[in-house]
């Protein structure tokens, strides 16, 4: 029953990816557009609302910011992509996922306030000057960050296929209990095995290194009506909205890693998948974002 399950994991995963890549979840993104402009719209008005006093517009602000995060994610978008490839690729617990999954957006959001508080006061830049520059400088910097990252996943995926390679061999010169002295090869589990908190800065700097426009949008307005506490507050309750999205994707990353397993738990082939799914990983996530970039 526990093999079934898992290997539904890998099924469900593999079609996600399938319907993504050719096109199939257009609808999902067009409605997810949608709803961020009218959610957008929806927030202008409670930021109107709070310069008049109204009551509950802090709070009808803070929630508009957390939708618009939800819809945010479930759109096209690095964070998803890193963290679901990450999570596939490495043997990471799903603790540690959702954790980085969380940090990752709310560095984000951390990244917009820093953004639109020095871009204010330090170089005095407006809306579409600060627009600009995520949406461009900062957007290459993070598709090359990402693309740093599938880069280094690929090639922790060939480390791990050399040394299974380097396993096997060995096992054909030595049987068990044969008194050598050392382990005959690591396991799957000791070969994928993350490498803690090396990995998650890598992750979450790639993901924070662009912010959400949306946010950009809240912090600005809101430091021109000189309530830009209450916009950093928004802008963190949009960074959980977006980490609700990226927890799924997660949970269903290592959903499908564990159907892998599972289906070659019994063969040789357990040796190999690790590596594999790493380095299967890695090129896609360079790839794809390399089409972004250009």
């Known amino acids: ?15 996600a990816l399938v319907l993504w890549l050719g096109g199939g979840l257009a609808g999902i993104e067009h409605w997810a557009a949608s709803v961020q402009r009218e959610t957008q719209t929806l927030m202008a008005g409670a930021l109107r609302g709070l310069r008049s006093g109204q009551p509950g517009a802090v709070w009808s602000l803070v929630g508009l910011c957390f939708a618009y995060g939800v819809a945010h994610a479930v759109g096209p978008g690095h964070g998803k992509m890193v963290i679901g490839s990450y999570g596939y690729g490495a043997d990471v617990p799903m603790m540690r996922l959702g954790v980085l999954s969380v940090a990752s957006s709310l560095a984000q959001s951390a990244m917009a306030v820093i953004v639109v508080g020095a871009g204010i006061t ?13 949406e461009r400088r900062m957007a290459d910097i993070s598709a090359l960050m990402v ?5 280094w996943l690929a090639w922790r995926g060939i480390r791990q296929l050399r040394a299974a390679a380097r396993a096997q061999d060995h096992h054909h010169h030595h049987h068990e209990g044969c008194g050598c002295g050392h382990a005959h090869g690591p396991s799957a589990a000791q070969v994928s095995q993350a490498r803690g908190l090396r990995d998650g800065l890598l992750v979450v700097a790639s993901i924070a290194a662009r912010p959400c426009t949306g946010a950009l949008f809240v912090l600005i307005l809101t430091w021109r009506m000189g309530i830009f506490g209450i916009g950093v507050l928004g802008t963190f309750a949009m960074g959980l909205g977006t980490a609700l999205v990226t927890l799924a994707v997660a949970m269903l990353s290592v959903w499908a890693r564990r159907g892998s397993a599972a289906a070659v738990a019994d063969g040789a082939a357990a040796r190999w998948l690790p590596g594999i799914a790493q380095l299967a990983a890695g090129l896609l996530v360079a790839a794809l974002s390399l089409v972004l970039l250009v």
């Open 147 to 151: 693309t740093g990252v599938g880069l």
């Open 122 to 134: 330090l170089l005095d830049l407006g809306r579409e000057q600060l627009t600009d520059l995520t």
């Open 1 to 15: 029953m526990t093999r079934a399950l898992s290997a539904t994991g890998l099924i469900v995963g593999a079609v």
